[in-house]
């Protein structure tokens, strides 16, 4: 059973425009999910299905999708998979509690987190809250442009090129990104990064590092097989090279 205990967690910074699409097709969890959200002042548009999902977030722009892995029709990976196309939204995947498989596979679509069912609705509300702080302040780093061989990223436009030609990065991709090349030759671990870029600590599961990882490196590495720029530093973490292309 998914926990029903409605919190409001202190120190909220959502606006009250935000808006979250939930596609759940359990009618239950669904409308906890929005009595919750609705409750510290987010908008919310439903979805049982796959396909209700794709037509309303075509019909109408969100901050936020959280998305349930199992659904009637297209399931949520081929959800994620078209909002990707379109969109750098924040998706959150919700999946069955310790179904690896579902979780990394989601991230690999480029889903930016995760929450396993059953959930509690504090850690619910806070991943929400952390996708939306960080989607309100995205814009508001200084200009620089940090540059490694023939990558460039335009911190303060939020662009990423290579060869002059511009590459296609998830809003976390592109943070992960930003933080590294901003400091080069330096070691980060899995929680350091996790409190980074994602906002707080995740109880230590580096899934979300490392799929995010070799997702940066499949589109920025001159060969991925063979990364040059983001090297792993077995025991440690990674570390970011400028100097080696």
């Not at 959930?119 to 302040?137: G, P």
């Not at 490694?148 to 990223?153: F, I, Q, R, S």
């Not at 998830?170 to 409190?195: G, I, M, Y």
Request: net charge negative; with cysteine.
């Amino acid at each position: 059973m998914v926990a029903r205990m409605r919190v409001r967690l202190p120190g909220s910074v959502v606006a009250v425009s935000d808006r979250a699409m939930v596609v759940e097709d359990d009618d239950a969890v669904r409308m906890l999910i929005r009595l919750l959200l609705e409750d510290e002042g987010i908008a919310v548009v439903e979805a049982a299905s796959g396909d209700i999902a794709i037509e309303r977030f075509n019909a109408q722009p969100v901050d936020v999708v959280l998305l349930d892995v199992r659904l009637p029709g297209l399931s949520g990976f081929e959800v994620c998979r078209h909002i990707r196309r379109v969109s750098d939204v924040p998706i959150i995947m919700v999946t069955a509690q310790q179904d690896s498989h579902d979780i990394v596979a989601g991230l690999e679509l480029g889903a930016d987190d995760y929450v396993t069912k059953p959930f509690n609705d504090r850690e619910l509300l806070a991943r929400v809250r952390a996708q939306l702080r960080r989607r309100q302040t995205s814009g508001s780093a200084a200009p620089q442009v940090l540059r490694a061989g023939e990558l460039e990223v335009r911190v303060d436009e939020g662009r990423t090129l290579r060869g002059g030609e511009e590459i296609r990065l998830t809003k976390t991709e592109f943070r992960l990104l930003c933080h590294l090349a901003a400091n080069p030759n330096r070691v980060w671990s899995r929680d350091q990064l996790l409190e980074i870029v994602w906002g707080y600590s995740y109880q230590g599961d580096g899934r979300l590092v490392d799929t995010h990882v070799a997702r940066l490196r499949s589109k920025i590495e001159p060969d991925a097989t063979s990364p040059v720029l983001i090297e792993t530093v077995r025991g440690l973490g990674y570390r970011f090279h400028a100097d080696r292309v």
